[in-house]
């Protein structure tokens, strides 16, 4: 009795293990750090990606925002966009220039990359 609980315990661990590395090894392959594209993920690994903080899309792009080739800052706007509600939407494209400076703390010029990008995708909504 001992031994069948130990053998199937065992074979339940290993089966797991087993699928996490499947579904893992999937998702690597399936998304390239060079050229990332949305198309390829759900809308749970979108929400995902956004909540991520930028440190770890410098480690995953494998450098700092400012030297993003433009599949990765596309990437980026991609994500940011796509993980916002049709309200939040809206009430982003009608923000004024001292909202954004407000929500970025700082007045436009010293901008991070990676909220000009986001600024950028926001604009990008307004145009189309």
């Known amino acids: 009795m001992k ?3 130990f053998i199937l315990l065992c074979t339940g661990i290993l089966s797991t293990l087993l699928s996490c590395a499947t579904t893992t ?5 399936t998304l390239d750090s060079d050229k990332p594209s949305i198309e390829l993920l759900s ?3 979108i929400q995902e990606w956004n909540s991520k903080p930028i440190k ?5 792009f494998g450098s700092e925002a400012e030297t ?5 800052m596309k990437f980026y706007e991609d994500i940011s966009v796509k ?17 954004w400076e407000k929500k970025f703390g700082s007045a436009m010029d010293t901008w ?17």
């Open 25 to 29: 090894s999937i998702f690597a392959q």
């Open 68 to 72: 993003w080739n433009p599949f990765q």
């Open 3 to 5: 031994r069948n609980l």
């Open 43 to 45: 809308e749970e690994q």
């Open 83 to 99: 993980a916002l509600s049709d309200e939040e939407k809206e009430k982003l494209m009608n923000y004024q220039k001292a909202d």
């Open 112 to 128: 991070k990359v990676h909220q000009l990008l986001f600024y950028s995708a926001i604009l990008n909504l307004t145009v189309n």
């Open 56 to 60: 770890e899309w410098n480690v995953f």
